[in-house]
């Protein structure tokens, strides 16, 4: 398990506008995605970061880009990291996470309760 911010979406939510480029960044570094086919369940974007990085509170930014050539709209949040022990408590690698939903209107949103049913 690796460290870092995930973002999810549901490429449903982004068929309105035909499809969008998403693009998250993290503390500089970025990863860019489609929003995939509104038949697929779920679109995933994650950044990846040090190993080490620690329990720190980082600046996250998504970029949503319409693939009919409307207007970018850019949101900002910051993710607090939380250690993650995949192996159990006490057992090595300690990953540092974070997640977030992309929503179309709200932009940046908690993950918890993500359901791929809709809202």
Not at 7 to 19: E, I, K, L, M
Not at 29 to 47: K, M, T
Not at 52 to 77: F, I, N, Q
Request: glycine residues 12%.
């Amino acid at each position: 398990m690796d460290s870092g911010v995930s973002v999810v979406w549901r490429p449903a939510d982004f068929q309105g506008s035909g499809g969008a480029t998403l693009r998250v960044c993290v503390d500089g570094s970025c990863e860019e995605r489609e929003s995939g086919d509104p038949s697929e369940p779920i679109g995933l974007a994650s950044v990846r970061l040090p190993q080490d990085v620690g329990a720190r509170k980082l600046p996250v930014e998504l970029t949503v880009t319409p693939a009919d050539g409307g207007r970018a709209v850019t949101h900002t949040a910051q993710a607090q990291l939380t250690a993650e022990h995949p192996n159990g408590p006490g057992c090595d690698p300690v990953a540092w996470v974070a997640s977030f939903r992309a929503d179309p209107v709200k932009g940046l949103v908690s993950s918890e309760g993500f359901s791929l049913q809709g809202d």
